[in-house]
């Protein structure tokens, strides 16, 4: 079981640009969120997906958007970068009902 | 609003000593208490909860809801201990979707030989 997985491991963008990170959740578990983890902070929760829907959001600007797939595959969305956006992402999945999240190695978002 | 603090940012110890990682938490009904530990160059894992009250690697965390606290401990430290400790929250399945994790900052371990 390959667990789960993020593309790309790093990226690097300009301010103003958009960007897109994917994820794919351990088999076997159809809820998928995703985290900013700062320099030095703990993760901060982002937004939930399961069934397809985003479920439970946290305090984070419109700028950030997501999707969930057929598949229970995500993607991160973020619009209009801002240098404060830079950070690691981190992808979450987890089974409904099961607690107990499984994490991916995520991506290094930096942007210049 | 659901909170979780860990008042440590770093901790430093000499192998074979005991450890014990505070973790302070508010939350507004009954949370479920998470350990995950995040060691160099690795993913954020699972080390341990509490609905399920195990000890994984040596490491054991009991719930006070009297004093919201859920501070992890071992007896001997062990030099591959050594690693970023993450306590987190959420709220206890009731149907739906699942609840979020709150995280804490954080406590870097380090142990020494």
Same mark, same amino acid.
């Given at each position: 079981?390959?667990?789960?997985? $993020?593309?790309?491991?790093?990226?690097?963008?300009?301010?103003?640009? &958009?960007?897109?990170?994917?994820?794919?959740?351990? @088999? #076997? =578990?159809?809820?998928?969120?995703?985290?900013?983890?700062?320099?030095?902070?703990?993760? $901060?929760?982002?937004?939930?997906?399961?069934?397809?829907?985003?479920? &439970?959001?946290?305090?984070?600007?419109?700028?950030? @958007? #997501? =999707?969930?797939?057929?598949?229970?595959?995500?993607?991160?969305?973020?619009?209009?970068?801002?240098?404060?956006?830079?950070?690691?992402?981190?992808?979450?999945?987890?089974?409904?009902?099961?607690?107990?999240?499984?994490? #991916?190695?995520?991506?290094?978002?930096?942007?210049? | 609003?659901?909170?979780?603090?860990?008042?440590?940012?770093?901790?430093?110890?000499?192998?074979?000593?005991?450890?014990?990682?505070?973790?302070?938490?508010?939350?507004?009904?009954?949370?479920?208490?998470?350990?995950?530990?995040?060691?160099?160059?690795?993913?954020?894992?699972?080390?341990?909860?509490?609905?399920?009250?195990?000890?994984?690697?040596?490491?054991?965390?009991?719930?006070?809801?009297?004093?919201?606290?859920?501070?992890?401990?071992?007896?001997?430290?062990?030099?591959?201990?050594?690693?970023?400790?993450?306590?987190?929250?959420?709220?206890?399945?009731?149907?739906?979707?699942?609840?979020?994790?709150?995280?804490?900052?954080?406590?870097?371990?380090?142990?020494?030989?």
């Amino acid at each position: 079981d390959a667990g789960v997985t $993020q593309s790309p491991t790093h990226l690097i963008k300009t301010r103003g640009q &958009q960007v897109t990170l994917r994820c794919s959740p351990k @088999s #076997g =578990h159809d809820t998928v969120s995703w985290y900013q983890q700062a320099l030095g902070q703990g993760p $901060q929760f982002i937004f939930q997906y399961y069934e397809e829907e985003e479920r &439970q959001r946290g305090n984070f600007p419109d700028r950030f @958007s #997501g =999707h969930q797939f057929p598949n229970y595959s995500s993607e991160l969305n973020v619009n209009a970068l801002l240098l404060g956006d830079s950070a690691l992402y981190l992808c979450a999945s987890s089974a409904v009902g099961v607690g107990g999240y499984t994490f #991916g190695s995520g991506t290094r978002l930096t942007v210049v | 609003a659901q909170r979780v603090t860990q008042p440590e940012k770093l901790l430093s110890v000499f192998k074979g000593a005991p450890v014990e990682l505070k973790c302070n938490y508010s939350y507004s009904g009954s949370p479920e208490l998470f350990w995950y530990v995040q060691y160099s160059r690795q993913r954020l894992q699972l080390l341990l909860r509490h609905i399920s009250r195990e000890s994984i690697k040596g490491f054991t965390a009991d719930l006070n809801k009297g004093e919201t606290s859920f501070h992890l401990k071992k007896p001997f430290a062990q030099e591959e201990d050594s690693a970023m400790y993450y306590c987190a929250l959420s709220g206890i399945y009731s149907g739906g979707s699942n609840y979020k994790l709150t995280f804490g900052k954080g406590t870097l371990l380090t142990v020494n030989p």
